[in-house]
């Protein structure tokens, strides 16, 4: 829910240190959509305007903010220059560029890298097929795990009690699966614990996690887990279609492309490839 302007108190915003608000308010700037306005990134935050101006003018002064027409605001390019710089120096985007752009080839759909930001899936790197059409998901887009393809393929290759973490149960060492709050994006979206763990145990088992329909009307989704040297999710890779373009069947034929093209990048950062399971139509391995 969008929070409304200057209705917090001081003596609530004094709850947050400084450095909090830095970082609520460039989260807002960066959001798609922008440039945005002050009063946005204050709805968005919920800090007073003149907190968020003050943020703002020190974020210009060092290059991470730019003033835009009509009194909004932009990243700036020190921040670009820096997320550039990151993105750039990242050995699992360096192997999974080539990994994304022949699936795409392979496919024929968008092809995308995302890792984990505590309860949510970031989208880092996109590989994008000429269409008259383009998909919501771009870099620096961001879903809940349990609504979106590489989000659940992540989960499937967490430890059980860590996926309940980043699900939000409240006890991780015994997670009360009807305590999780999980809030429905689409008439689709896996609100039902006791359906997202089929989904996830589905997962784990066959390689690759499909979103069906969970974060966006007409979408689907197919995306398996990157491992690193440890056996760890560091990541997800995966494609996204419309539904009459990416349908049952496709994804039948699509879903071990992807889960290999994961297992590619994961080999090359030392992860030890693991046995494939045989699932039958009820979930369970043969």
Same mark, same amino acid.
């Given at each position: ?163 309940? !973490? *980043? /699900? @939000? &149960?409240?006890? +991780? =060492?015994?997670?009360?699966? $009807? %305590?999780?709050?999980?809030? #429905? ?81 994961? !080999? *090359? /950062? @030392? &992860?030890?490839? +693991? =046995?494939?399971?045989?699932? $039958? %139509?009820?979930?369970?391995? #043969?």
């Amino acid at each position: 829910m969008v929070k409304a302007v200057n209705t917090r108190s001081v003596d609530q915003e004094l709850v947050k240190g400084p450095v909090d608000k830095a970082m609520e308010v460039l989260d807002a700037l960066v959001r798609p959509g922008g440039p945005h306005r002050l009063g946005e990134i204050a709805r968005r935050t919920g800090l007073t305007k003149p907190t968020v101006h003050r943020h703002l003018r020190t974020m210009a002064e060092y290059g991470f903010a730019e003033p835009a027409e009509g009194g909004s605001y932009r990243p700036g390019p020190r921040l670009l220059g820096l997320a550039a710089a990151a993105l750039s120096d990242s050995r699992v985007l360096e192997l999974g560029r080539p990994v994304l752009a022949d699936l795409r080839r392979r496919t024929g759909h968008v092809a995308f890298y995302a890792v984990r930001h505590a309860s949510e899936a970031v989208y880092l790197e996109q590989s994008e097929p000429a269409r008259e059409y383009r998909m919501s998901t771009r870099p620096g887009h961001r879903s809940p795990l349990y609504a979106c393809g590489v989000g659940l393929a992540m989960l499937s290759a967490l430890p059980p009690e860590e996926a309940a !973490a *980043a /699900l @939000g &149960a409240p006890d +991780p =060492a015994g997670p009360d699966p $009807d %305590a999780l709050d999980l809030e #429905a994006r689409t008439p689709h979206t896996l609100t039902d614990p006791a359906a997202l763990r089929a989904v996830l145990a589905r997962a784990a088992l066959c390689g690759y996690a499909v979103d069906d329909e969970y974060d966006e009307p007409d979408v689907r989704s197919v995306a398996a887990p990157v491992l690193d040297a440890e056996g760890r999710a560091v990541g997800a890779l995966g494609i996204s279609g419309l539904t009459f373009t990416l349908d049952s069947e496709s994804v039948e034929v699509f879903g071990p492309m992807v889960r290999a093209a994961a297992r590619t990048v994961s !080999a *090359a /950062l @030392g &992860a030890r490839t +693991p =046995a494939l399971g045989v699932v $039958d %139509a009820g979930g369970e391995r #043969a």
